[in-house]
């Protein structure tokens, strides 16, 4: 997808307006209300000739959709950080969209992100897996919010970076939409209310 080409640094929002966040354990993610913190923040790679991402966290661990099931006897495996020695497709997501607005990230099982709801252990994780009903196909959506540009100068990439992109823990923020290209797609990027 194009917005991830464009983008150094991503927030994704879940169908239940919660942030996909790194957990201080550097370890486990989960949803959380707060998008303002840093550990919402993920940062793109473009994996070089393919249509495939990686996330890699505020704490340099790259998002990893795993084989362990999340609670035994259900569906949906564990989504971890990991900082595997050798980096492989177990990272690696591929960004779908049917709207240009709402993203499905594709692991390499065939199964996608899921932010899902409803009682602990449930409430607020983060799996992957294939949705099964119509109920829960909205689960594996996802809102991408453009955080950092990519700037391209002199045939060189380079980030772009000012302060309207440094002060997003702030309360006094919000989105305004961008259009791309001829696509219909919007970015979303977090701009100070000056």
């Known amino acids: 997808m194009e917005i991830f080409r464009k983008a150094t640094i991503v927030r994704l929002r879940s169908h239940n307006d919660k942030y996909l966040s790194a957990d201080e354990d550097q370890e486990s993610v989960h949803q959380d209300r707060r998008g303002t913190t840093k550990n919402t923040r993920w940062s793109v790679e473009i994996v070089p000739g393919s249509n495939v991402i990686r996330l890699q966290s ?4 790259y998002l990893t959709a ?3 099931h999340f609670l035994l006897g259900a569906t949906g495996e564990k989504v971890l950080q990991t900082l595997p020695e050798k980096l492989d497709s177990s990272a690696e ?3 779908l969209s049917d709207d240009g607005v709402h993203v499905r990230f594709k692991s390499r099982y065939g199964q996608y992100l899921r932010a899902n709801k409803g009682v602990p ?3 607020n994780s983060i799996t992957h897996d294939i949705p099964s009903r119509t109920v829960t196909q909205d689960w594996a959506m996802w809102t991408v919010d453009v955080l950092q540009i990519r700037v ?3 045939d060189a990439e380079s980030t772009h970076s000012s302060s309207t992109f440094s002060r997003i823990e702030s309360d006094d923020s919000f ?6 290209k001829s696509e219909g797609r919007k ?3 977090l701009r100070d209310r000056r």
Do not use: F, H, M, Q
């Not at 989105?175 to 791309?180: E, W």
């Open 58 to 61: 505020c704490y340099g661990k």
């Open 152 to 154: 391209i100068k002199d």
């Open 187 to 189: 970015a979303n990027i």
């Open 121 to 123: 252990p449930w409430r």
């Open 93 to 95: 997501w591929e960004p």
């Open 66 to 68: 795993t084989n362990i």
């Open 175 to 180: 989105i305004v939409s961008l259009p791309l």
